[in-house]
């Protein structure tokens, strides 16, 4: 089964983020450093990653750039920012280094939910379509 990938430094933050992603019963795997963050993507390839971006061993911004490019770029997981960071020139950063949404802590709980629920939704209605016979084939009768 896919999980989701929580890149967080904070236990703290982290363990908010984990319960309410267990009240949506949704596995979650949680790092505390951005290396290890991308290694597990890497060789387990997440549904979705949540990225912090004030990590201590690498800036989260870098990171998503450098995962979205190794993932496949616009086929990669959704990368959503949660960040303390806010500001419209922070949002227009995550979203240069391929971050699908912005959430600044702290954060609404149901607002959280409701956003998780919206890409994982998406994410399971385009593997589906990439499942359909015939979809990956493109027009080949011609």
Do not use: W
Not at 19 to 39: E, I, M
């Amino acid at each position: 089964m896919s999980y989701i990938l929580l890149v967080e430094d904070n236990q703290n933050n982290a363990d908010m983020v984990i319960r309410l992603l267990t009240t949506l019963k949704l596995p979650v795997r949680h790092v505390l450093r951005g290396v290890d963050g991308a290694k597990m993507a890497r060789a387990e390839r997440p549904l979705l990653i949540l990225m912090d971006f004030n990590l201590p061993d690498v800036d989260g911004r870098t990171l998503t750039a450098m995962l979205k490019k190794q993932l496949g770029g616009t086929a990669a997981p959704a990368i959503i920012a949660l960040t303390a960071r806010s500001g419209e020139t922070e949002e227009q950063l995550a979203a240069a280094a391929g971050c699908s949404a912005f959430i600044t802590k702290p954060f609404d709980p149901e607002d959280f939910r409701n956003m998780i629920r919206r890409f994982l939704a998406d994410q399971m209605n385009a593997m589906q379509a990439s499942a359909q016979p015939g979809a990956a084939r493109g027009n080949e009768a011609q």
